[in-house]
């Protein structure tokens, strides 16, 4: 089975300086990894996902992702921090190549950008 | 802008009630999840369908949760009875594809409350 892991409950930053959510995964042959955002009371919105092909990934509001096979790591970056990108984040993994669609989440991190 | 819609978007009962769940996916879309949010779990999949017809159902409590799609355009997650332990958010998300691939859009949730 796989298993998502997000290491940090809570990241703080102060706004204008870099970012990086941490994850980690666990899966059966090749990942398709995916990150979501949440804001308070809303649903999931996609970010970015990773599938195959380049390992940095480019998503929507300019965050970015790495994937890392040696570390099975899919870090979430952003290299400006804005205020409004305080919410809670999660990574996600589903085996590649048939299967199982469904996604299994990490716990979250919560992002905090100070002002 | 499509979106998923559920309703209820919140629903307060009490324990030993039946409650239903309804959520309308993107129109267009193949495939449905359903998805339990809570704080000690995190975000659960319970179960999911593609072109109607479920696919996994692994993540629900057989005895109590039905899963249904009455057609392309509804999908119900029904708890009969209800109890304590089912309190959480529940989500549903739409997605096109056949191979795993796309993103999922997530409704804005049911918060349940078993009282």
């Known amino acids: 089975a796989q298993s998502v892991a997000q290491p940090e409950d809570q990241v703080n930053v102060a706004e204008g300086n870099p970012l990086t959510v941490k994850c980690t995964y666990s899966?059966?042959?090749?990942?398709?990894l995916f990150w979501y955002v949440q804001y308070p009371n809303r649903g999931l919105q996609f970010l970015l996902k990773y599938i195959t092909g380049d390992n940095l990934v480019k998503g929507s509001y300019g965050f970015e992702a790495e994937f890392n096979k040696s570390q099975t790591s899919f870090h979430l970056k952003k290299p400006s921090a804005l205020v409004s990108d305080s919410a809670l984040y999660f990574c996600a993994v589903r085996p590649g190549g048939g299967g199982a669609d469904g996604l299994t989440f990490g716990k979250g991190t919560h992002l905090i950008i100070q002002p | 802008d499509a979106r998923v819609t559920q309703t209820p978007r919140d629903k307060v009962t009490e324990m030993g009630q039946e409650v239903t769940m309804r959520c309308q996916p993107i129109?267009?879309?193949?495939?449905v999840f359903w998805y339990r949010q809570t704080m000690m779990q995190g975000l659960e999949l319970l179960a999911y369908?593609?072109?109607?017809?479920?696919?996994?159902d692994s993540g629900m409590p057989k005895d109590r949760f039905s899963a249904e799609m009455p057609d392309a355009t509804l999908a119900t997650l029904k708890i009969q009875p209800s109890e304590p332990r089912d309190s959480a958010v529940y989500f549903c998300?739409?997605?096109?594809?056949?191979?795993?691939?796309?993103?999922?859009?997530f409704g804005p949730g049911t918060r349940l409350t078993v009282l």
């Open positions: 369908f593609r072109n109607r017809a479920p696919l996994d």
């Open positions: 129109l267009g879309h193949n495939t």
């Open positions: 899966v059966s042959g090749n990942p398709y």
């Open positions: 998300a739409s997605g096109f594809g056949l191979a795993g691939v796309e993103e999922q859009f």
